[in-house]
């Protein structure tokens, strides 16, 4: 059985443990300074600091957090390294999803469904869960995640006579209809730099909306399908025939996408959630009045409709401390802590009782929509190469928008890579 099929069976495997596994590890640091001298090493990325946090954790248990802060694109390669050498010199780490196959698969990691109690994991949100799901465990404690979204300008709209797009065509046609008024230029930027992961993470948006997949459940390449081919030329189209999205999208990446929009210039802009909040300041954003969200438009009927990311915490197998790390990782991901988290950091918690919190409404009345959009959305194939596929479906679709072959030709020729990739990981 090949990976990608694997990563199917993952959900419904863990979501049984999490159904019928009902020990709740209490920790017995609640009562008492259990770790009282324990020097914990977390290493992670600047933006997921939570010094305040590590502060008030010691003051409970005892335990001291040392944090060992990296930049991204170093991360990977530091955690291998420790992990390859079986060091314990790091104790829990922050990691996104598309690395959980691979350090599931080598065995990097220290299985957390056993500390969720009966309550936690009724409220939990599926999609967090799937995040981080491998082969029945769970591999780390999703602290955030980010649903794409879809951003539009409240009065453009309203001016037009319109109301959200819930259709990729609709949105196509009032583009063109605000284009013909003289409202807009264009209706959105798309991210297509070929350099960016947002590109690929756009098709693979459109690809869901309109039905269709990037693997079929037995793990083989689907998306040079009628649906595939529908949505790249979908994306083609728009650029160069009926010319709804702006010429610039080829140049830019996902935050100069969103530049336009913040200008008031398009009324639509297809992102990450994690985003938005730059489009409701007034110190970055022209239309911060106007900014809404909406979910992700597609075809009716569509199950998912969006791609989902996020970031956990997990556990070195060889740590020294886990019992204090895993302890850490559950106060940081922790219920009581989420309001404290999205306001200080804008994290979205997998917490569904979260959304429904008036303190949290209070904060950001959206809410409602980001859950919405999460309950809908995908992660990304559970494959050990997922970098190295992101990257050759970036090339090979930029091709098509580049103007160098026709859709067909770049989803054939991304298709028999795909191909050539399985072969030699999963043999």
Known sequence: MNSVKRGFLNLAILTGVLAITCVATAFSWAAGREFEGVKLTYVTTSPMVTSNLDKEFEKQTGAKVEVTTVAWPDLH???????????????????????TEEFGKAGWYVPLERYLDSAEKSDISP???????????????????????L????????????????????????????????????????????????SFDTFHTLLLANGGTLFDKSGNPAFNSEKGLETLQFIV??????????????????????????????????NWQFMYGMTTSSQTSAIWKYSKCTT?????????????AGAALGINPYSKHKEAAIAYAKFIFAKENALRNFK?????????????????????PQLPIYLAQIEKSAVRPKITWYTEFAELMRLELSRAWLRECTPKKALEAAEQKVKAKIAQYEK
Request: hydrophobic share 40%.
């Open 296 to 308: 992700v438009p597609s075809r009716p009927g569509v199950a998912k409709t969006g791609i989902i």
């Open 77 to 99: 390669t530091k955690l291998v390294t420790t992990f390859s050498a079986k060091s314990p010199n790091i104790d829990l780490f922050i990691f996104p999803d598309e690395w």
């Open 127 to 149: 999609a967090y869960i799937e995040l981080y799901a491998y082969r029945g465990h769970l591999a780390g404690f999703p602290i955030m995640a980010m649903p794409m979204l």
């Open 151 to 198: 951003f539009y300008n409240e009065k453009m709209l309203s001016d037009a006579g319109f109301k959200p797009a819930a259709t990729w065509q609709e949105l196509k046609e009032q583009s063109i209809a605000m284009q013909k008024a003289g409202i807009c230029k264009y209706g959105v930027t798309w991210p297509l730099l070929s350099g960016d992961d947002m």
């Open 237 to 270: 189209d728009s650029l160069y025939s009926s010319k709804f999205a702006s010429p610039t999208s080829i140049q830019v990446e996902k935050l100069e996408s969103l530049n336009p929009f913040m200008a008031g210039e398009n009324p639509y802009n297809l």
């Open 344 to 364: 200080e950091k804008g994290w979205l918690p997998g917490w569904r009782s979260f959304y429904k919190d008036p303190d949290a409404l209070a904060t950001d």
